[in-house]
């Protein structure tokens, strides 16, 4: 089934799968499987690289090729799924015999039947997501070196940077995914990440900046705004000035948040509360479509493109049950509109999937996960909301966060500038941002003209991991700011 | 071409092959991990059964080592010319290293095989007796108390080889079974709803497999949360329950005790080998020989021979674990720690945590209470680094005089862990196996506790 490519030059490790071969072999797959109401064959075959430094030292080097075939089978309303990374056709129906026996048993256990699977757009054809300069292309050695000379730059920068590491990690994945309904599709994704995390101080009293780029493109696109070591000296900076910054002081005020702050505001706060799957376990946003639940400056969607601005890193255009992965408007200016479906729980809302299923590795089943998730830009500049404030922060450079499923949230910005008469004042510590999200995006009012993709060197978890993006323009808020986090 | 067919020589060979390719491509040394295993998996949610999965995985990392420069490449696929791309590959990215004179791979030593991890029935253990375990264990927690809700839960059945070979000779392979579940949720009442509990067991044999056992301490653990009381702030005693000490403490010791952190100097332990670093109540050892925890195995990552590793005695601190790099950067001997999976070159890591019985009773640690709070669950930061924590308590009773009182809510508790273990002042005969930590309760002194 796979044919290795193998050439005893630089690139070999890339091997290509016969691709049409392989689309006909899952066909034939699923026109075997017996006593299913629903089958889907998904082979997807990853390679990723990885190179970690740590204070000069190499911490990781890693390449991992992971392939093979998830079969995943609806029989009398239950869900069986199973994986093998044989690709014999007798291995494979093995594998679906295995789903198909599974889910028949359980079924006899299981109260709450699948009712069925909404109608969706089901993708046909091939896919391939945007990327200038192939990451097959660029050998090893290059991928050590700006990964060791980033992190050197940072401790080089100044005396005062005691610790500094380096990350450098791509998949490479295709998919080839067909369906009982439909659904035949081939994707080629390619998704690099670099970032460099530069602690400024010593032990007892440090300062923590990072700096980073997390992409659905190439190596051309992910060196296209700054070199790598830019990146290691703008962490290092940044350190720098945090280890000499004092604590913002707590309290409820006017925030301006940047688009990676808004970001993790679209993703943490608001994205997972209308995940369907949580909605049906009792989220906040239950029962609320149609309602107002923010400001009407406020549009805010999860995209399976890269709209507005190019290389969104939770691209994907086709999800893993081969349904076209739109632009889906969670809310329009203040009112909501969707959730985030994939296609069992559109069918018990009655609307269409959204797109938004997705499987980490073949082995996975797919889970309803966001993608790009953002605000809609509005017409302001930062300048002007800056001007417009008489006491404030604005919060820059978005951190781990957290949020439960009544709305509350908590998460940290790496640094804060005091706003004091509509003027930038001083540069303080990283501080935790929290409210209540509905109650923030009811206190939005200026939204900013600009708009950036800016959380791409994260990973959502949600019993497996997700490659996500999420941004936007510049928004201003009410929320509490706290000191320490 | 592979054909499925898992048999050991089928695997020993090409683990062969994968050390002798890395070896004309030009490696000074090699090592081939390999693990197979099948896996039967039910998942439990919302109350109700929700889907079956089940896999076969199989997967080698090869580990290069060109004049000391360290190079790995992991595959799933195991067809002969898979295994020659992945050598290559791995000589190639050894070759575009930096070189690390502390590099090296551990020599051939003598290997006694474990018994009591291999389960022979499970290999006849289907999804049909999977599904039947996970429903067996939602319907025990439903059927203790109408007001369980289970949210989530599953229960798994695994069986596999793992096989190791280097070019110093080693060639190893062990089978191992695991049985293992997870239930999790709340008990609600008249819209009271108690603390989310979260309950697992673990065996590596089917007759030992106590679904019912877990689910009844989970419903017990929830309903008694019900209907709790604020009170408040206050300073007194702490009593860990086994999974509120792997919450609290396990992390904090495992981290500390290894050389790895204690080479990077983020370890509070560093230094201190000689030194008290709790009270007298407390012997920890890391020993992948007990058999109750899941982190039994008869070789370590590397090959190198499980043992039983005493790290605290009586409150002294004795020892660090290693493999083989980090024990070579001290000069001293590997204590069979190296640890990881197929897919990254070995870490050094705990396998079974235990924490040796103390003498009292629980009934005893709880009698001689004047004031605390007994824990079940921690929910919030610990930083194994400095040892702070700081959370909310989930499922605390209070303790006055000796007797259990009621369920508190909302009550914060903050502190160190170091600190604590100078104020440890209980430990019980009792213990729990989760995953792979064995503990007692543990009874603390001189704890802040924050009303909310």
């Known amino acids: ?485 | 071409m592979y054909r499925g067919d898992w048999r050991s020589p089928v695997v020993q060979d090409l683990l062969r092959h994968a050390i002798n390719d890395a070896e004309s491509h030009g490696a000074h040394d090699a090592e081939a991990f390999a693990s197979t295993s099948n896996e039967s998996e039910v998942f439990i949610e919302n109350n109700d059964i929700k889907q079956s999965k089940s896999q076969q995985l199989l997967s080698i990392g090869i580990r290069v080592l060109v004049n000391g420069s360290l190079g790995f490449y992991s595959t799933n696929i195991l067809t002969r010319d898979s295994i020659r791309t992945a050598a290559f590959m791995a000589v190639k990215i050894a070759r575009a290293s930096p070189k690390d004179r502390f590099n090296s791979l551990p020599g051939k030593r003598k290997v006694h095989l474990l018994r009591g991890v291999y389960d022979r029935s499970s290999e006849s253990f289907g999804s049909s007796d999977a599904a039947a375990a996970a429903a067996e264990m939602l319907e025990a927690a439903k059927s203790y108390d109408r007001r369980v809700t289970v949210d989530s839960g599953n229960f798994t059945a695994a069986r596999g080889t793992q096989f190791l070979a280097n070019s110093n000779g080693i060639e190893l392979r062990e089978k191992l079974s695991t049985f293992s579940w997870t239930i999790m949720g709340m008990a609600i009442q008249n819209g009271d709803v108690s603390s989310f509990d979260f309950q697992s067991g673990a065996a590596h044999f089917a007759r030992k497999i106590a679904v019912q056992k877990t689910a009844t301490e989970f419903a017990e653990a929830v309903t008694g949360s019900l209907g709790p009381r604020k009170i408040d702030s206050f300073r007194g005693e702490m009593l860990l329950t086994p999974s509120a000490a792997d919450e609290l403490i396990e992390e904090v010791i495992s981290h500390s005790i290894n050389s790895d952190a204690v080479q990077r100097r983020s370890s509070h332990f560093a230094g201190k080998i000689g030194k008290r670093v709790s009270t007298d109540l407390i012997t920890v050892e890391d020993d992948a020989t007990n058999t109750e925890g899941l982190g039994a195995s008869s070789f370590d990552r590397e090959g190198v021979a499980h043992r039983r590793n005493v790290v605290i005695e009586k409150g002294v601190l004795k020892k660090f674990l290693y493999n083989t790099y980090t024990a070579r950067k001290e000069g001293v001997r590997t204590t069979g720690n190296s640890g990881g999976s197929t897919s990254s070159p070995p870490s050094v890591s705990t396998t079974n945590l235990i924490v040796k019985p103390g003498r009292s009773s629980f009934d005893s640690l709880v009698s001689e209470m004047k004031r605390g709070i007994i824990i079940s669950r921690f929910s919030g930061n610990v930083n194994p680094v400095n040892g702070d924590f700081s959370g909310v308590v989930k499922g605390g009773r209070l303790v006055e005089n000796g007797n259990v009182l009621y369920p508190v809510k909302e009550v914060m508790v903050a502190g160190n862990v170091f600190e604590a273990l100078r104020n440890l002042n209980g430990v019980s005969k009792e213990r729990k196996v989760i995953i792979d930590s064995i503990l007692p309760y543990m009874r603390f002194d001189n704890i802040s506790f924050t009303a909310g």
């Open chain 1, 1 to 485: 089934m796979i044919k290795d490519n193998l050439r005893a030059s630089a690139n070999s490790a890339t091997r290509k799968p016969r691709v049409t071969g392989l689309i006909d072999d899952l066909l034939s797959l699923l026109s075997s499987s017996k006593g299913t109401s629903y089958c889907e064959a998904r082979y997807h075959s990853r390679l990723m690289t990885e190179v970690i430094f740590v204070n000069g030292d190499l911490q990781r080097v890693r390449a991992v090729e992971n392939a093979g075939c998830g079969i995943r089978v609806l029989v009398d309303g239950c869900w069986g799924f199973s994986s093998t990374s044989n690709m014999e056709p007798g291995a494979l129906r093995e594998s679906l015999a295995q789903a198909t026996s599974s889910a028949r048993v359980l079924a006899q256990v299981k109260k709450n039947k699948v009712k069925g699977l909404a109608d969706s757009k089901m993708a046909r054809g091939e896919f391939r997501l945007k990327a200038s300069g192939n990451l097959r292309d660029i050998d090893i050695e290059q991928k050590i070196k700006i990964t060791k000379e980033a992190e050197q730059a940072a401790r080089k920068h100044s005396k005062l940077i005691k610790t500094a590491s380096s990350t450098y990690r791509e998949l490479l994945d295709y998919k080839a995914i067909v369906n009982s309904d439909g659904g035949e599709v081939e994707i080629h994704d390619s998704k690099p990440e670099f970032s460099v995390v530069a602690v400024a101080g010593k032990t007892s009293q440090t300062a923590t900046a990072h700096e980073g780029v997390g992409i659905t493109g190439g190596w051309n696109d992910l060196f296209a705004s700054k070199s790598h070591l830019d990146y290691g000296v703008e962490a290092a900076k940044r350190a720098e000035k945090l280890f000499a910054a004092r604590h913002a002081k707590g309290e409820k005020t006017t925030i301006i948040l940047d688009p990676g702050m808004v970001g993790l505001l679209s993703h943490e706060a608001i994205g997972h509360t209308v995940e369907a799957d949580f909605v049906l376990a009792g989220s906040i946003a239950r029962d609320r479509i149609g309602e107002k639940v923010a400001s009407e400056m406020v549009t805010l969607v999860d995209s399976g493109n890269s709209d507005n601005a190019d290389s969104a890193a939770g691209t994907i255009m086709v999800d893993d049950e081969g349904v076209i992965a739109d632009r889906t408007v969670i809310i329009e200016n203040g009112t909501l509109r969707s959730f985030l479906h994939n296609r069992e729980s559109a069918m018990i809302f009655g609307v269409p999937s959204t797109g938004n299923a997705r499987a980490f590795h073949y082995n996975d089943e797919p889970l309803i996960r966001m993608r790009n998730t953002f605000f809609e830009r509005g017409s302001e500049t930062l300048y002007e909301m800056i001007k417009e404030t008489s006491h404030g922060y604005l919060a820059k450079g978005a951190r781990n966060g957290q949020a439960d499923a009544n709305g509350e949230f908590m998460f940290g910005a790496e640094e804060a500038f005091l706003i004091e008469n509509g003027e930038i004042k001083e540069m303080l510590r990283g501080a935790s941002i929290s409210g209540n999200a509905f109650e923030v995006l009811k206190s939005i009012d200026m939204v900013g003209n600009s708009f950036k993709y800016d959380i791409g060197t994260g990973y959502c978890g949600k019993y497996q991991p997700a490659k996500v993006d999420g941004g936007g323009p510049h928004l201003r808020c009410t929320a509490v700011i706290g000191g320490l986090q």
